[in-house]
């Protein structure tokens, strides 16, 4: 894969100990920054806020695609969140999210390259292979290929 790829293998967090939307978010935040995807934790979470003060990204079936195109975002990412228990995130059909696929822009580059990752995400998740798959997996790297072959296609 190569070195500028939107998704990586470390950008697949497993077990994460959040309860909360917004404990989610600033986790996602911090590890923006610490993976030098964004340049400010406040900055990002801001950003995310702003997208879920419209409409909320929560899914349905467990899964939310939150997503944000700000001045903090240095290269555009797609982090992938499994949480270690669902978390209360307004969806569709009210369950709780246990995968929460983050989407970071660049503000200067917000047009494609955010309508296609958030594209190709929402078309496999109406797929109910890819949702079970990823629901019952507990292995980082087989989350990885799932979702890589899904942004790939």
Known sequence: ?????????EYVLID?????????LAFIAEKAVEFGISSS????????MEREAVDSTGFSDGFAIPHTRCDAILKPSVMVV????????????GEPTVVVFAL???REVEGTVHLKLLSALSRKLVNAEFQKSLLNSCDSD??????????QS
């Open 16 to 24: 994460a100990d959040v309860s909360t939307k917004a404990e989610c």
């Open 142 to 151: 087989e989350i990885f290929g799932i979702i890589n072959q899904a942004i």
């Open 41 to 48: 934790v406040q900055g990002t979470i801001d950003g995310f």
């Open 104 to 106: 970071l822009v660049p």
């Open 82 to 93: 499994k949480t270690k228990r669902g978390i209360d995130w307004p969806s569709m059909d």
């Open 1 to 9: 894969m190569q070195e500028d790829s939107v998704f990586k293998r």
